[in-house]
């Protein structure tokens, strides 16, 4: 998501299972990764001010390109309010934008189905934005907020 809001790389975007806020994820993490960030990023308390830097959703005003969210509902590696406040963010900012929450999966999909879903949903969302014609047409495709 950080490529979404600091970089003006790309002009859509989806994000699977992603991090928003690195200080929340810095103190809430899982025990296997609790000493990652630390190492990449600095040491809490002290680096704090860095942490907020990095993370997407203190800068989320600078989110303005077309922005969708997959997330499962029982991921406690990146849990589902990272993904839905940058989602209320983009609204906010009036961002084409659509949230997918999965029931039952975790970090890292793993159903066949909601994959299956998941990159069909993506293509679409793409087709939408750029505007061009699907091949197949999408079943029960995620709706897209302020798409105009």
Same mark, same amino acid.
């Given at each position: 998501?950080?490529?979404?809001? #600091?970089? $003006? !790389?790309?002009?859509?975007? +989806?994000?699977? !299972? /992603? +991090?928003?806020?690195?200080?929340?994820?810095? $103190?809430?993490?899982?025990?296997?990764?609790?000493?990652?960030? *630390?190492?990449?990023?600095?040491?809490?308390? @002290?680096?704090?001010?860095? !942490?907020?830097?990095?993370?997407?959703?203190?800068?989320?005003?600078?989110?303005?390109?077309?922005?969708?969210?997959?997330?499962?509902?029982?991921?406690? +590696?990146?849990?589902?309010?990272?993904?839905? @406040?940058?989602?209320?963010? &983009?609204? @906010?900012? /009036?961002?084409? *934008?659509?949230?997918?929450?999965?029931?039952?999966? &975790?970090? /890292?999909?793993? $159903?066949? +189905?909601?994959?299956?879903?998941?990159?069909?949903?993506?293509?679409?969302?793409?087709?939408?934005? #750029? /505007?061009?014609?699907?091949?197949? @047409?999408?079943?029960?495709?995620?709706?897209?907020?302020?798409? *105009?």
């Amino acid at each position: 998501m950080a490529m979404m809001v #600091f970089k $003006k !790389y790309f002009h859509a975007g +989806v994000s699977y !299972y /992603g +991090v928003s806020d690195l200080l929340e994820l810095a $103190k809430h993490t899982h025990k296997f990764e609790s000493q990652y960030m *630390t190492k990449m990023i600095g040491k809490l308390p @002290e680096d704090e001010e860095i !942490y907020k830097e990095r993370s997407p959703l203190c800068h989320a005003n600078q989110l303005q390109c077309p922005i969708g969210f997959f997330q499962g509902s029982d991921d406690f +590696v990146c849990p589902p309010p990272q993904s839905q @406040e940058l989602y209320n963010a &983009a609204l @906010e900012n /009036g961002v084409a *934008t659509f949230y997918v929450e999965y029931k039952g999966e &975790a970090h /890292g999909f793993r $159903k066949a +189905v909601n994959i299956q879903r998941c990159v069909s949903n993506e293509i679409y969302f793409y087709s939408k934005i #750029f /505007g061009f014609k699907l091949a197949d @047409e999408t079943k029960n495709p995620p709706p897209i907020k302020e798409l *105009t």
